[in-house]
DNA sequence: CCAATTATAGAACAAAGCGTTCGGAAACTT
DNA sequence: AAGTTTCCGAACGCTTTGTTCTATAATTGG
């Protein structure tokens, strides 16, 4: 093992690029005012990543991780079966929502590609399994994915039971008889 | 009317800025090579548009007005009932065809969020009309815009009719009985 | 405990873009 | 033909970027 300095290094800048994203968003943000915050020098950052942009690419991989880390994995549920549908659900929209700010910012501030993009691909991965067209499993897709970027742009108002119940019920009709 | 010059400078710009999205990508253009493309000054620029994304944003509203345009008022078609759907689809996709390679670029090179945001607006307002659920319709413009970015992405590979036919499928099931 | 390695800080640097301003030329209007 | 509007080209100041160099501090290993 090298060293848990390039972590805590790493860490640090990631955090301070979330806090002055949900401040003043993505646009309004310089390296030079990020690494202010952080307290990491400029020489340092450039070494570990690859600009604005390799920060936000890392911070929204690790939101995603996060959203789409298997929810099998979780202790004391039971992800199988009809309901599973929603119960997987409701739990990403859970770890989405442990970000909310930043990821509100993030999209609202004109750089939804990123955090779309990695939802759309972790996302898809998921249904896959579950459909037999591939086509059955975009359209699926792309009704979750709007579900949850909805839900972030109107702040988290609606519930996430109730969003997650309402999806696997228009998917049921989706997945047919 | 004041002068038909502005509009042409106008659309001159756009132009280019199409063409270039084409060759280089939204990022890889710099606003002096857009002006040099569409032979027009610097100065007459910025009292025009609000910088590179001013540009971007006129040619997706530009787009996008096409795209959502009332299908209705297209002369010939019976955009009702059931298959209407589908018609409507189709007639949306080959609207996107028009600007193909630009759309492209703009969803391939991190700015998709100018275009998604437009065409989900303009989605969105077209399909509530026919679903008597909010959600429902979110449901089904999420599944429509993933359609029309996937379609987008893969370079159009497929058949449009035959999207447009999948989705009016699997938009009747969730319309549900 | 000292030496070698590695991470970091700080400053200085060149390069690239941006957006604005100003005088003058060109085009349209009446 | 005079007046109004649009356009051009050049110049300017400013911000940000990413790199390089030197020196300091922390970690590792003998």
């Known amino acids: 093992m090298t060293d848990r300095r390039v972590a805590r290094t790493d860490a640090s800048v990631i955090g301070a690029f979330e806090r002055l994203l949900d401040e003043r968003g993505y646009a309004r943000m310089t390296v030079r005012e990020i690494l202010e915050a952080a307290d990491v020098g400029r020489a340092t950052f450039y070494a570990h990543f690859q600009g604005k942009e390799g920060v ?105 039971q109730a969003l997650a119940t309402s999806y696997a019920a228009l998917a049921a009709g989706v997945l047919g008889p």
């Not at 501030?109 to 249904?127: D, T």
């Not at 979750?144 to 988290?156: A, I, K, N, S, Y």
């Open 56 to 160: 936000m690419t890392a911070f929204v991989a690790g939101v995603i991780d996060h959203v789409a880390a298997p929810a099998n994995a979780e202790p004391g549920h039971d992800f199988t079966g009809h309901e599973g549908v929603a119960a997987q659900v409701e739990h990403a929209l859970r770890h989405v929502h442990e970000h909310g700010h930043a990821v509100r910012a993030l999209l609202m501030g004109g750089c939804s590609s990123e955090f779309i993009g990695a939802l759309r691909e972790a996302v898809f991965e998921r249904i896959r399994k579950a459909t037999r067209d591939d086509y059955e499993a975009r359209f699926l897709t792309g009704a979750l994915v709007e579900t949850v970027v909805r839900w972030v742009e109107t702040d988290f108002a609606e519930d996430p």
